[in-house]
T-cell receptor
Framework: GENVEQHPSTLSVQEGDSAVIKCTYS??????FPWYKQELGKGPQLIID???NVGEKKDQRIAVTLNKTAKHFSLHITETQPEDSAVYFC???????????WGAGTKLIIKP | DAMVIQNPRYQVTQFGKPVTLSCSQT?????MYWYQQKSSQAPKLLFH???????NEADTPDNFQSRRPNTSFCFLDIRSPGLGDAAMYLC??????????FGPGTRLLVL
């Protein structure tokens, strides 16, 4: 079955710097890759997603890149701010049933 | 404007005492999911409904059951909560696309 690996597990960056979180997946048939941000005590919030017919997608300070050949995708956050501190999860969608296969999560810490 | 609503946000129950968590949605999505999440781990799918069709994950304990009386509402019943069932319970919905939308979660504490 599909497996999603996410790195790093913890990322600490200085406010204003960029943060990059990477994920790899195993099922080449996967075609939808969302990223969720989860703040303490809250539910996951979709922040950006990408489909396999696109290599890059950007929304203000957040971007996602997808390399289908290598089966990896990455989240890029530029000009980080304190409110970016959270746990970020990547996921891959099983194309047969649309169930999400989750990465283990990355705790992002923004240092003032 | 809340789209996926979960009540209560915090629930305290006693060991072995049945508890029900509720989820409602204003998105008119035909798929609803229940996840269990422990200690910042990834959410773990318990079951989902496609309209009224119930789909149970193979490793979901029999202690967990669900009801979906209509499109808008879905309930998670834990028949005899154990200490290991203390967790955040997340409800999510999906429409025609692959995107899942999550509620704020219910934090369950078992005493």
């Amino acid at each position: 079955g599909e497996n999603v690996e996410q790195h790093p597990s913890t990322l600490s960056v200085q406010e204003g710097d960029s943060a990059v979180i990477k994920c790899t997946y195993s099922d080449s048939a996967s075609n939808y890759f969302p990223w969720y941000k989860q703040e303490l005590g809250k539910g996951p919030q979709l922040i950006i997603d990408i489909r396999s017919n696109v290599g890059e997608k950007k929304d203000q300070r957040i971007a996602v890149t997808l390399n289908k050949t290598a089966k990896h995708f990455s989240l890029h956050i530029t000009e980080t701010q304190p409110e970016d501190s959270a746990v970020y999860f990547c996921a891959a969608s099983n194309p047969s049933n649309y169930q999400l296969i989750w990465g283990a999560g990355t705790k992002l810490i923004i240092k003032p | 404007d809340a789209m996926v609503i979960q009540n209560p946000r915090y629930q305290v129950t006693q060991f072995g005492k049945p508890v029900t968590l509720s989820c409602s949605q204003t998105l008119n999505h035909n798929v609803m999911y229940w996840y269990q999440q422990k200690s910042s781990q990834a959410p773990k799918l318990l079951f989902h409904y496609y309209d009224k069709d119930f789909n149970n994950e193979a490793d979901t304990p029999d202690n967990f059951q669900s009801r979906r009386p209509n499109t808008s509402f879905c309930f998670l019943d834990i028949r005899s909560p154990g200490l290991g069932d203390a967790a955040m319970y997340l409800c999510a919905t999906r429409g025609l696309s692959e995107t899942q939308y999550f509620g704020p979660g219910t934090r369950l504490l078992v005493l």
